[in-house]
C-alpha cells in the first residue's frame, strides 16, 4: 500500500510546479504554480535513484528559500523584502540563468530541510559543504569559506584561548546555543561535555546569550557583530575561528541535475567576469583568500 501511494505521489508531483505563497518575498511569474503535497521526510527515500527526477525548464517558478534573519548575508529589511549578499548573488547568478524564481524567507531550518526534501522547495541559499547535507542534498560549487567564532557575553573570561582547541575545550560544562540540525550542532554535538541548546536559528540564540540565558554561541563573525550593534546586544567575540566551512547552494534531489549544472555554469560567469568579486566587497570589503574556496 506504501509503495501504491509513493508511487502515486511522484506521478502527480511530475505534473505540477512547486509554489511557495509569501507575499512578501520578490516573486517572478512565468505560469501559475501549485503547492506541492505534504509528504513525510521518512516516507521518501531522496536517494533512491530509481525514482524520476524531476525536470526543470527556464519557465518553471524556482523556489529559493531564505534565512530572514542572517544579516548581512540574507535577511528582510525593514521594507519587508529580502536583502544582502546572498540574495544578491543568487539574483545574479538567476538572471545570468534566465531563470524564473521566487525568494522564500524562512526562520526556521527545520521545515526548510522537509521542504527540500519533498521537494516544496528547490534550493536553499549558503548551505556548507558537509556530509550529513550531502547525503539528501545536491551541493553546487562553493564560493566562499565561511569562519565561524564564539560569542559571548562582555566580561566573560571563562570562555577564551589562543587556539581552535583551547577555545573548544573552554566551553565544557558550559551551555552552547546552536541551529537545530545547523552545521555547528553538527560539529560539536560529539562533543559530550558541551550541552548544546537548540534554536531555529542562531540569531535568536544570540539575543539569549545577551539575556544571560547561555554562555556561548559559536557564529559567522559578521553575523554576531551585525546584530549586536543593531539590537545593542551585551555580547563580543572571543579567540580563533573554531570551525570553518566551504559555503554552497543546496538543492533538492527531487529535481534534475540539470539545474544544478546551469547554476554552476552561471556562478563561474559571474565569478569570472569580476561580477562575484564586487559584490562581495560591496558588503564585506576585498575578499581575502582564507576566504576562497
Given at each position: 500500500m506504501?509503495?501504491?501511494?509513493t508511487?502515486?505521489?511522484?506521478m502527480?508531483f511530475?505534473?505540477i510546479?512547486?509554489?511557495?505563497?509569501n507575499?512578501?518575498a520578490?516573486?517572478?511569474?512565468?505560469?501559475?504554480?501549485?503547492k506541492a503535497?505534504?509528504?513525510p521526510?521518512?516516507?521518501i527515500?531522496?536517494?533512491?535513484?530509481?525514482k524520476?527526477?524531476?525536470?526543470v525548464?527556464?519557465?518553471?517558478v524556482?523556489?529559493?528559500c531564505v534565512r530572514?534573519?542572517?544579516?548581512?548575508?540574507?535577511?528582510?529589511?525593514?521594507d519587508?523584502e529580502?536583502?544582502?549578499?546572498?540574495?544578491?548573488l543568487?539574483?545574479l547568478?538567476?538572471?545570468e540563468?534566465g531563470?524564473?524564481?521566487?525568494?522564500?524567507?524562512?526562520?526556521?531550518?527545520?521545515?526548510?530541510?522537509q521542504w527540500?526534501?519533498?521537494?516544496?522547495?528547490?534550493i536553499?541559499?549558503?548551505?556548507?559543504?558537509l556530509?550529513e547535507y550531502r547525503s539528501f542534498?545536491?551541493l553546487?560549487?562553493?564560493?566562499e569559506?565561511?569562519?565561524?567564532?564564539?560569542?559571548?557575553?562582555?566580561?566573560?573570561?571563562?570562555?577564551q584561548g589562543?587556539?581552535k582547541d583551547?577555545?573548544?575545550?573552554?566551553?565544557?560544562?558550559?551551555?552552547v546555543?546552536?541551529q537545530?540540525?545547523?552545521?555547528?550542532?553538527?560539529?560539536?554535538?560529539d562533543?559530550r561535555?558541551?550541552?548544546?541548546?537548540?534554536?531555529p536559528?542562531?540569531t535568536?540564540?544570540?539575543a539569549?546569550l545577551?539575556?544571560?540565558?547561555?554562555?556561548?554561541?559559536?557564529d559567522?563573525k559578521?553575523?554576531?557583530?551585525?546584530?549586536s550593534?543593531?539590537k545593542?546586544w551585551?555580547?563580543v567575540?572571543?579567540?580563533q575561528?573554531?570551525?570553518?566551512?566551504?559555503?554552497?547552494?543546496?538543492f533538492?534531489?527531487v529535481y534534475?541535475?540539470s539545474i544544478?549544472?546551469?547554476?554552476?555554469?552561471?556562478l563561474?560567469?559571474?565569478?569570472?567576469?569580476g561580477?562575484f568579486?564586487a559584490?562581495y566587497?560591496?558588503?564585506?570589503?576585498?575578499?581575502?583568500?582564507e576566504d576562497?574556496?
Amino acid at each position: 500500500m506504501l509503495k501504491r501511494k509513493t508511487l502515486v505521489f511522484c506521478m502527480i508531483f511530475t505534473l505540477i510546479i512547486v509554489a511557495c505563497d509569501n507575499q512578501e518575498a520578490e516573486l517572478v511569474i512565468t505560469k501559475n504554480p501549485q503547492k506541492a503535497p505534504q509528504v513525510p521526510i521518512e516516507n521518501i527515500d531522496v536517494a533512491d535513484e530509481s525514482k524520476p527526477l524531476i525536470q526543470v525548464s527556464l519557465e518553471d517558478v524556482v523556489q529559493i528559500c531564505v534565512r530572514q534573519d542572517g544579516a548581512p548575508g540574507m535577511y528582510i529589511g525593514d521594507d519587508g523584502e529580502l536583502h544582502g549578499f546572498y540574495v544578491d548573488l543568487d539574483r545574479l547568478i538567476m538572471k545570468e540563468m534566465g531563470q524564473a524564481y521566487h525568494l522564500k524567507p524562512y526562520g526556521d531550518l527545520g521545515p526548510v530541510l522537509q521542504w527540500l526534501k519533498t521537494g516544496e522547495c528547490h534550493i536553499a541559499l549558503a548551505a556548507p559543504d558537509l556530509p550529513e547535507y550531502r547525503s539528501f542534498l545536491n551541493l553546487s560549487n562553493p564560493y566562499e569559506i565561511l569562519h565561524f567564532v564564539t560569542f559571548v557575553r562582555k566580561g566573560n573570561a571563562d570562555i577564551q584561548g589562543d587556539t581552535k582547541d583551547e577555545i573548544i575545550a573552554s566551553l565544557h560544562g558550559k551551555k552552547v546555543g546552536v541551529q537545530t540540525r545547523g552545521h555547528i550542532y553538527q560539529e560539536l554535538r560529539d562533543i559530550r561535555q558541551i550541552e548544546l541548546i537548540e534554536y531555529p536559528t542562531t540569531t535568536r540564540a544570540l539575543a539569549d546569550l545577551s539575556k544571560g540565558v547561555l554562555d556561548a554561541v559559536p557564529d559567522v563573525k559578521r553575523i554576531g557583530i551585525y546584530y549586536s550593534s543593531l539590537k545593542s546586544w551585551d555580547i563580543v567575540p572571543v579567540g580563533q575561528p573554531i570551525i570553518s566551512h566551504k559555503i554552497t547552494t543546496a538543492f533538492s534531489k527531487v529535481y534534475h541535475q540539470s539545474i544544478i549544472k546551469r547554476y554552476n555554469t552561471a556562478l563561474k560567469t559571474i565569478q569570472d567576469n569580476g561580477q562575484f568579486d564586487a559584490l562581495y566587497e560591496s558588503y564585506f570589503g576585498p575578499m581575502g583568500d582564507e576566504d576562497r574556496p
